[in-house]
Structure formats: structure tokens, C-alpha cells
């Protein structure tokens, strides 16, 4: 099983420059390898962790099982238990406006799609 770990640097719900990273463990015959990534956005702290998420899943090349560990509990939660139903709702609520950080989840579904994905709160 693969692994991703997320952090972002500030959890404040605020809209403020943030800086993500991730680490993707890969284990291979007792082997372990890691490879880490960063990067910034202009958002939330919600909107950072999926960047992560997303930017972390393009890197792998073939479908595989995925554990997602995170300290952002909501995204998670979204993830497993929303984001196949926002896909086929056009990414709204049940109320029919746009889920927050549409333009993000929109771009996180594909590559979910590609994986067997897993999550796990991190602390």
C-alpha cells in the first residue's frame, strides 16, 4: 500500500497564503521509499489540503492503493463520503449551490477515480 502524508502550515479557516506538503511512502519488498513535495496557495485551510491531496495523486503513474493521512479531518470526510455524489451533481449541494472550493474537488475526482483510496486522521 502506498501512503500519503498532508500537512499544511496553518489550519486558520482564513483565506491566506499557505504552504502544503506531502510525503508519498511507497513500500516494495521490505523496501521503503520517500518522495516529498510542497508547495503554496491563496485559500483556506481546507482548499490547501486537497492542492496537497491533488498535486500528491498526479505524481503516481499507476492505479494503486492509496492511504491519505491528514490532519484535516473535514476534507477527508468529504472525500470518502461526498465527493462521488458532488461529481455527479455538477460539484453542488443538496440545496444546489456550489460546493466550496468547487474549482479544487473538480480537479482532485479524476485522479481519485484512478486509485483505491483509503484515509486515516493524522494525531
Known amino acids: 500500500m502506498e501512503r500519503i502524508y498532508v500537512s499544511v502550515d496553518s489550519a486558520s479557516t482564513k483565506e491566506t497564503h499557505k504552504t502544503y506538503s506531502y510525503i508519498l511512502e511507497h513500500s516494495q519488498g521490505g523496501r521503503v521509499t520517500r518522495v516529498e513535495g510542497s508547495g503554496m496557495i491563496y485559500g483556506t485551510y481546507h482548499a490547501a489540503t486537497i492542492s496537497a491531496i491533488t498535486v500528491a495523486l498526479s505524481r503516481f503513474t499507476r492505479p ?7 490532519a484535516d479531518d473535514f476534507v477527508l470526510s468529504m472525500m470518502t463520503k461526498n465527493l462521488a455524489r458532488w461529481a455527479l451533481d455538477g460539484y ?3 440545496k444546489g449551490k456550489d460546493v ?5 474537488w473538480e480537479q482532485l475526482w479524476p485522479l481519485y477515480m484512478k486509485h483505491n483510496i ?5 494525531g
Not at 483509503?118 to 493524522?122: E, I, L
Open 92 to 94: 453542488t449541494t443538496t
Open 100 to 104: 466550496a472550493n468547487k474549482d479544487l
Open 64 to 70: 494503486c492503493e492509496i492511504e491519505i493521512i491528514s
Open 118 to 122: 483509503t484515509t486515516r486522521k493524522d
